[in-house]
């Protein structure tokens, strides 16, 4: 088993819709709430109905009480649009105190919410990562981060 991933060296390089993508999950993650870890991400997710649905990290002193930036878009779409399919997922992450240069990619728990989307729907959600600049690395499904995924059939 092994992964592929698809490397743009820059914003540049996208295709129109997905750089518009980005740099809406770019302003959201600007908004996040980070006063603890000073680390902001930022996510937006574009449905099969046009719509794009934002989240930005939220923190709190109790940390378990926090929610990543990816969770709160994808569990918005849940809530909001719970009949529409995700088709592609865009993430951003910086740091306040030095400057991420590398692709930041979910974190295990937002992996295994995305999962629960893709397998929900069925279809795969291109995801698209990247640090505060520089490249961005897309993956054409969640299975290509998550190869050994647990879902409803280990149930």
Do not use: H, W
């Not at 937006?44 to 989240?55: R, T």
């Amino acid at each position: 088993m092994s992964t592929q991933l698809s490397v743009f060296e820059d914003l540049s390089e996208l295709p129109e819709s997905v750089r518009d993508l980005m740099e809406q999950a770019v302003a959201i993650r600007k908004k996040a709430y980070a006063p603890y870890s000073k680390f902001r991400v930022g996510a937006a997710i574009l449905l099969d109905n046009g719509k794009v649905v934002l989240g930005s990290n939220q923190e709190n002193a109790a940390y378990p009480s926090g929610l990543c930036a990816e969770r709160v878009a994808i569990f918005q779409v849940g809530a909001i649009y719970p009949d529409n399919k995700i088709v592609c997922m865009a993430i951003t992450a910086a740091s306040d105190t030095n400057q991420t240069l590398t692709p930041i990619p979910p974190c295990g728990a937002c992996r295994q919410s995305i999962a629960e989307y893709e397998f929900k729907q069925d279809e795969p959600i291109e995801i698209y990562f990247m640090g505060e600049i520089g490249a961005i690395y897309k993956s054409d499904s969640l299975k290509n981060l998550l190869p050994f995924s647990f879902d409803k059939n280990f149930l």
